[in-house]
C-alpha cells in the first residue's frame, strides 16, 4: 500500500480493505461516494484523515485500530456506519460529521445511526456539531480522555449504556431528538461514574436514563432542559452537582401510570439534593413532585384542592412574596365586600369601614367581642351574624397567608 494520498475512485464501488496494514499516512480527504467499504480489523500506523469523505451503503471500521491521529471531520456516512470495538490510540476528530444510515446493535441492524460499541478512545475524541441519525449507539464505549459532543445533535435514539467516562465530557448545547440512555444496568464500580460532566443548556426532547450513575466530580446541568421524564434512580451525585435554571416541563403523563414515574423521579432527585443540603433545588424538585401528584386521577379530591390552594397561594412554598400579595388582594376585596353589606345594614364612614378591614388582620376574631357603644362604626356595635361571618372568614384567611409566608421564609433561609 502506498503512501500518502489514496484515490478509491481508482477502486470499484466496493472497496475492501480488511485486515490491510496501513504503515504511514495515508490521506482519504475528500473521498468521492462510494457504495461500499471495508476497513474491519485494519491497523493504521499512522495518521489518517478522512474529511469531507462521504460513504454510501457501508462504512466498516469494526476492530480497526487507529495507533495515530485520525480525522472524519465533516464526512458523510449515508447508510450503515460501525465502529464496534475499534482502537483510537491518538486523538479522535469526527466534528461536524453527519451519519445518515443505520446502526449494528450486537449483530442486528437497526434503520438509520451509528455503532460504537465498545470503542476505545484513549486519547480526546470530538464530535462537536455532529449529526446522528435515528439510532446510535455509545453502548460501553471507553473515554480514557476528553469526549466532547458539543451542539450535535442525536435522533430518536441514542445509547450511552455503561459507557466509562474517564476524564472529562461536555454535551453542552447538545440536542436530544428522542429517548437518551446513560444509565449504567447496576454497576458500582467507580469507572462507571461521571468524572467531570457539562450538560449546560442541552436539551432532551425525549425520555432519558442516568440511573445508577455515579456523578464522582462537578456535574453542570445549568440552563438544561428536559421535555420528559428524567431518571436519576440509584445514582450517586458529587456536592457540585447544579441545577441552575434548569426546566422540567413535563409534570403530567398520558395516564397515572405515567404521571406517578414523573413523580418518582422527581423525588429521587428531591432526595438526593436533601442530602447534599442543597434546599433551593430540594423545593424544587418537591414542587414538581407536589405538581405530579396533584394531577393523577388516583389521589383524592380534597388532597387535589389543597393541592391547588397551595400552588396558587405560594407555589409549594417557594415564593416569599405570593402570600403578601394575595393578602393586599384580600384586605382589598374585603373593604369592597364590606361597603356592600354596609349599605344594607347601616352606613359607616369610609375611615371605619377601613379600621374594621384592618382589625380582622391585626385583631383576628375581635369581631365577636362587644364593641362599646357610640364607636362610630355601626358594623361593630351591633351583634350582625352575616358581618361576624365574613369577617371571621377574612380572620382566617389571613391567618393561612401568614402562616404560609412565614413557612416559606423559614424554608428559603432555613440551615441545619
Not at 442486528?108 to 486519547?123: D, L, P, Q, Y
Request: aromatic share 18%; charged share 20%.
Amino acid at each position: 500500500m502506498r503512501q500518502g494520498d489514496l484515490l478509491l475512485k481508482d477502486y470499484d464501488t466496493r472497496a475492501n480493505f480488511q485486515g490491510v496494514a496501513f504503515p504511514s499516512y495515508f490521506n482519504f480527504r475528500g473521498l468521492a461516494e462510494i457504495l461500499y467499504v471495508n476497513f474491519s480489523n485494519t491497523t493504521f500506523d499512522e495518521s489518517v484523515r478522512f474529511d469531507g469523505a462521504t460513504f454510501g451503503v457501508g462504512a466498516r471500521f469494526e476492530g480497526s485500530t487507529f495507533t495515530g491521529s485520525v480525522s472524519f471531520d465533516g464526512a458523510v456516512f449515508r447508510d450503515l456506519a460501525r465502529f464496534a470495538n475499534a482502537t483510537f490510540v491518538y486523538p479522535a476528530s469526527f466534528r461536524n460529521v453527519s451519519f445518515q444510515g443505520r446502526s449494528l446493535f450486537f449483530n442486528v441492524i437497526f434503520e438509520k445511526g451509528a455503532s460504537f460499541f465498545s470503542t476505545s478512545f484513549h486519547r480526546s475524541a470530538y464530535f462537536l456539531g455532529g449529526t446522528f441519525g435515528i439510532d446510535t449507539s455509545f453502548d460501553s464505549v471507553t473515554f480514557s480522555d476528553i469526549a466532547s459532543f458539543d451542539r450535535a445533535t442525536f435522533g430518536d435514539l441514542v445509547d450511552f449504556k455503561s459507557a466509562i467516562f474517564y476524564n472529562y465530557a461536555s454535551f453542552a448545547d447538545v440536542t436530544f431528538q428522542g429517548y437518551a440512555d446513560f444509565s449504567t444496568g447496576g454497576e458500582k464500580d467507580s469507572k462507571r461514574g461521571f468524572q467531570r460532566t457539562n450538560f449546560s443548556k442541552a436539551t432532551f426532547a425525549g425520555e432519558c436514563s442516568f440511573n445508577n450513575r455515579s456523578f464522582v466530580s462537578d456535574a453542570n446541568f445549568n440552563g438544561t432542559v428536559f421535555h420528559d421524564l428524567v431518571e436519576f434512580h440509584g445514582s450517586t451525585f458529587h456536592p457540585g452537582m447544579s441545577f441552575h435554571q434548569t426546566k422540567f416541563l413535563k409534570t403530567k403523563g398520558v395516564n397515572d401510570d405515567a404521571t406517578e414515574a414523573l413523580e418518582r423521579s422527581y423525588r429521587t432527585l428531591k432526595l438526593e439534593m436533601e442530602k447534599l443540603r442543597a434546599r433551593n433545588e430540594e423545593a424544587d424538585f418537591f414542587a414538581l413532585e407536589m405538581e405530579c401528584r396533584r394531577q393523577r386521577g388516583t389521589v383524592p379530591w380534597l388532597e387535589r384542592f389543597a393541592a391547588t390552594a397551595y400552588k396558587r397561594l405560594s407555589d409549594y412554598g417557594r415564593a416569599v412574596d405570593l402570600p403578601l400579595i394575595w393578602l393586599l388582594i384580600l384586605a382589598y376585596a374585603a373593604h369592597y365586600l364590606y361597603l356592600g353589606v354596609a349599605f344594607i345594614t347601616c352606613n359607616p364612614g369610609p375611615g371605619a369601614r377601613l379600621a374594621f378591614t384592618l382589625e380582622q388582620m391585626f385583631r383576628p376574631f375581635y369581631v365577636w367581642a362587644k364593641s362599646p357603644p357610640g364607636t362610630g362604626n355601626c358594623m361593630a356595635e351591633n351583634d350582625q351574624p352575616f358581618i361576624q361571618s365574613l369577617a371571621s372568614l377574612q380572620s382566617l384567611a389571613t391567618l393561612t397567608l401568614l402562616a404560609l409566608f412565614l413557612l416559606a421564609l423559614r424554608r428559603r433561609f432555613k440551615m441545619d
